[in-house]
């Protein structure tokens, strides 16, 4: 059975009082900060702001309290942690081109991090932790990828988002906390920044669309993503903290089973004739989602199409 955005808020409240978002200020963090508020909950942010922004927050007058640090740091954890039953662990570098030139910061802020973020939230009591993972783990498999594909990390980022996963099965196999970790495709949506090369393709290409500019294609465009609007993501991530009988760290696919090529979406935003440059190390070919499990395990199912999104960030989609 799907369950509806705001009967997900409704269940929410009940079961949660106090959440800490690391990343909250982040593109998808700020996004489920805006999601625990409409449920009620309390929300405590902790982000160094390294590719967040405080404006993300800034329409909420009260409810989230901010605390500016590096999940790297104890005192900024057990600051953020302090009171929380949960912790939706978002904060991550997360480029898969900046991990090839800078693998031991992934190692550290990801894999490192998400151990140490563990260790605080246990301290603290939450009784569960729900990790930010990614469909990079599943490397160049064929799709649709179940999350019975072997896992076959391509990238440092890759690499470093599963060690975060298995620190988030140890953990729960101790006992220790409960853990869940959802595994987004490609999340799309509003705030994602369109300043920065790592940015998620939808955000790049709309914003020199909007300036009539050339969009560069690595590769030969064939290439597919499965896109997911973060409104889908938020209520999803809702629906894992809640879930009752699926925390021992469960790998669980986010995305919507539908594949979409880069030049079918530059031509969806009306793009411009694409250039063309070598594809990138690490870059994958196919990626999109078996969604089965998050819908028998969470009853979760996406429900935003893509031209139903991209209108979310002022395109018009051409049929
Ligand atoms: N956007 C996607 O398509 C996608 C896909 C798969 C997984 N993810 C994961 O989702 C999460 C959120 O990604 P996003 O797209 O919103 O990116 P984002 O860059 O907007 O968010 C990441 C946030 O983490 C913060 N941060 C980074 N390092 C930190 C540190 N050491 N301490 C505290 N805060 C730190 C950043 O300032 C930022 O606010 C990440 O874990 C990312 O790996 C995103």
Redesign the pocket.
């Known amino acids: 059975m799907i369950v509806s955005a705001s009967s997900v808020e409704e269940q929410f409240r009940a079961m949660f009082e106090r959440v800490c978002v690391?990343?909250g200020?982040?593109?998808?963090?700020s996004h489920l900060v805006d999601g625990l508020r409409r449920a009620g909950a309390t929300v405590v942010v902790?982000?160094?702001?390294?590719?967040?922004r405080r404006e993300n927050l800034a329409h909420h007058a009260d409810g989230v309290d901010f605390v500016e640090?590096?999940?790297?740091d104890a005192t900024a954890r057990e600051d953020a942690v302090a009171g929380c039953d949960l912790v939706m662990h978002?904060?991550?570098?997360?480029s898969v081109a900046e991990s090839m030139s800078e693998p031991e910061l992934y190692r550290r802020?990801v894999g490192t991090?998400t151990r140490e973020m563990l260790e605080s939230a246990v301290a603290a009591g939450a009784r569960r932790l729900v990790l930010?993972?990614?469909?990079?783990v599943y490397g160049d498999a064929p799709p649709p990828i179940s999350e019975a594909t072997t896992p076959a990390p391509a990238s440092p980022y890759a690499e470093a988002?599963l060690v975060a996963e298995s620190h988030c099965r140890a953990f729960a196999e101790a006992g220790r906390i409960a853990t869940i970790c959802p595994r987004?495709?490609?999340?799309y949506g509003p705030r994602?920044?369109a300043d920065s090369p790592y940015s998620?393709v939808i955000a790049i290409f709309a914003a020199l669309a909007a300036r009539g500019e050339t969009p560069v294609i690595f590769g030969d465009g064939r290439q597919t993503r499965d896109f997911i609007h973060v409104e889908d993501v938020v209520r999803g991530l809702m629906l894992a903290a809640m879930a009752t009988d699926t925390h021992g760290g469960e790998a669980v696919n986010f995305g919507t089973g539908r594949g979409t090529d880069l030049l079918e979406l530059a031509r969806v935003l009306r793009a411009g004739p694409p250039r063309f440059e070598a594809a990138r190390d690490g870059d994958i070919r196919h990626s999109v989602a078996d969604p089965g499990r998050a819908a028998r395990l969470l009853g979760f199912e996406t429900e935003i199409d893509l031209a139903t999104g991209l209108s979310s960030i002022g395109h018009r989609p051409t049929s």
Do not use: P, Y
Request: a positive charge; proline letters at 0%; glycine letters at 24%.
């Open positions: 690391t990343g200020a982040g593109f998808i963090g902790l982000d160094d702001l390294s590719t967040g640090g590096s999940i790297g978002l904060a991550s570098r997360v802020v991090g930010a993972g990614s469909c990079s988002k987004f495709f490609n999340v994602q920044r998620g």
